[in-house]
């Protein structure tokens, strides 16, 4: 009923920047939250950042101050600005959103990723 279709994702230096987007499509009532996980090989998928539909915003703590999400609700879409990469910072980035659909079921959609790798 609902997908989530990232992009922005890419090889960079480190100390460049990124900007991903996640455009979420379907049969969507309202977007509750959506936020940005991710993934590095050999490691646990740990949350990045989210933003409620209100606008309240979480970022994890070894990110704050380089990392900044935001949302655009009338295109359903949701940012993740990524400023200073690391090389720790590869990782394959996936797209989250809480979703209440026009037949009013709740969703939690997880989109396929995309990958940020950032070169030394």
């Known amino acids: 009923q609902v997908q989530l279709v990232e992009s922005g994702g890419g090889l960079v230096q480190a100390g460049g920047s990124l900007k991903l987007s996640c455009l979420a499509s379907?049969?969507?009532?309202?977007?509750?939250?959506m936020g940005w996980y991710r993934q590095a090989p050999g490691k646990q998928r740990e949350l990045v950042a989210a933003v409620s539909s209100a606008g309240t915003t979480n970022i994890t703590d070894s990110m704050k101050g380089r990392f900044t999400i935001s949302r655009d609700n009338a295109k359903n879409t949701v940012y993740l600005q990524m400023n200073s990469l690391k090389p720790e910072d590869t990782a394959v980035y996936y797209c989250n959103a809480l979703i209440a659909t026009r037949s009013l079921r709740f969703l939690d959609v997880w989109g396929q990723g995309t990958l940020v790798t950032v070169s030394s």
């Open positions: 379907g049969s969507i009532f309202r977007i509750n939250a």
